[in-house]
């Protein structure tokens, strides 16, 4: 079955831009997570959504938000980039409800903000 | 704050020997997970181990937990240059609003030269 999709690979926006990236999870996963990971701070939450509502949150700015779709489909927000937005992006699903399951990952958005 | 911490950053070895690495983590848990990053890449899940399971074995690899140390480690026997790659641990939190969300390490860099 195919795996975790996101959209576009690569990304370069410019400081003050906005910019929205997708990912489209494995069928019939509801739960889609989102990280940032960059060398400095390593893999960081973002936010977790189940079935179109956010569950959990982590430590990020306004700048940063999120929704899921009635397919689950999971899109991620930052406005007003900064260069320190510079990042690899991952989404993650899982089928599971709570979190004793693993979770399969995307290849990944690489954004570079200039 | 990172939740898990691996140890060594990192490690380089021959093919064919044996790769071990650790993780320590800070609060009680429902289950640690391994994951393998290659080269900025999207994460692997590699195998989950629950908080009162000891020890799991998935092919070449045994992860080990105990929870009384807090601490878990993961075992690659006789190792492929394949298995070059960054591995990461990453864990739930025991009770409070963590649904959704792992808690990852920095990471341990495994080079192993043919």
């Known amino acids: 079955k195919a795996g975790v999709t996101q959209t576009p690979r690569y990304l370069i926006k410019t400081r003050g831009q906005q910019v929205t990236l997708s990912c489209s999870p494995i069928?019939?996963?509801?739960?889609v997570s989102w990280y940032q990971q960059t060398p400095g701070q390593g893999l960081q939450f973002l936010f977790e959504?189940?079935?179109?509502?956010?569950?959990n949150k982590g430590n990020f700015p306004g700048r940063f938000s999120g929704r899921q779709f009635s397919n689950s489909r999971s899109e991620m927000n930052v406005s007003t980039l900064e260069l320190g937005d510079s990042a690899l992006y991952l989404c993650?699903?899982?089928?599971?409800?709570?979190?004793?399951?693993?979770?399969?990952f995307g290849s990944g958005t690489r954004l570079t903000v200039v | 704050s990172q939740q898990g911490e691996e140890d060594p950053q990192a490690l380089s070895i021959q093919e064919g020997e044996n790769a071990t690495m650790n993780c320590s983590y800070k609060?009680?848990?429902?289950?640690l997970q391994w994951y393998r990053q290659n080269s900025g890449r999207g994460l692997v899940h590699l195998i989950l181990?629950?908080?009162?399971?000891r020890e799991k074995h998935s092919g070449r690899l045994r992860v080990t937990l105990d929870t009384s140390k807090k601490s878990s480690s993961l075992l690659i026997t006789a190792s492929q240059a394949a298995d070059t790659a960054s591995y990461f641990c990453?864990?739930?939190?025991?009770?409070?609003?963590?649904?959704?969300?792992?808690?990852f390490g920095r990471g341990t860099q495994l080079t192993v030269w043919p």
């Open positions: 993650a699903s899982s089928s599971a409800k709570t979190g004793n399951h693993g979770y399969t």
């Open positions: 069928s019939g996963h509801r739960s």
């Open positions: 959504y189940f079935s179109e509502t956010q569950r």
């Open positions: 609060t009680s848990i429902n289950n």
């Open positions: 181990i629950r908080s009162n399971e």
């Open positions: 990453a864990t739930d939190i025991d009770g409070g609003s963590t649904l959704g969300r792992l808690y």
